[in-house]
Every structure is written in structure tokens, then in C-alpha cells.
């Protein structure tokens, strides 16, 4: 594979960087969750879930995570 010498990163740090990214911005999007019924009302269970609580700031994690991986990975 050739790389272009004026390049930063290579095409295989760029597409995990943007797998990354997706998965950031998927974590975000559970986090925020849906809109409420009522917006009078606090309903406990939608505010605090299992996929706002615990499992969109996992994915977060594991998107940095790549992030990192794709930025220190060197081209072969």
C-alpha cells in the first residue's frame, strides 16, 4: 500500500479514526435519550436507564479508546 508522504495518517488511521468517531456519536445519541411524555412530569426510570447510565458511557470510552489506537498506529 502506498502512502502519500505529505499525509499525516494513512487511509487505515483514517478509517479507524472514523470508526471511532461513529461510535463516540452513537454514545452521545443514547445518552440523550428520547423526549419525555410529560415534560411536567420526572419519570426516574427514563432519566436514569441502563442505556443512559451505563451502557452510552461505555461506548464513549471504547470510542476513544480507538481514537487512540488509530492516531498512535504506525503504517507498515
Wanted: hydrophobic share 50%; no cysteine; charged share 20%.
Amino acid at each position: 500500500m502506498e502512502t502519500n508522504k505529505n499525509s499525516l495518517f494513512a487511509k487505515q488511521n483514517l478509517t479507524w479514526m472514523l470508526i471511532g468517531l461513529v461510535i463516540i456519536v452513537l454514545g452521545f445519541v443514547l445518552m440523550a435519550g428520547g423526549k419525555g411524555v410529560d415534560p411536567t412530569v420526572f419519570d426516574e426510570n427514563e432519566v436514569y436507564s441502563t442505556t443512559r447510565v451505563t451502557i452510552a458511557p461505555i461506548l464513549i470510552v471504547i470510542g476513544l479508546v480507538i481514537e487512540v489506537y488509530a492516531i498512535m498506529k504506525k503504517d507498515k
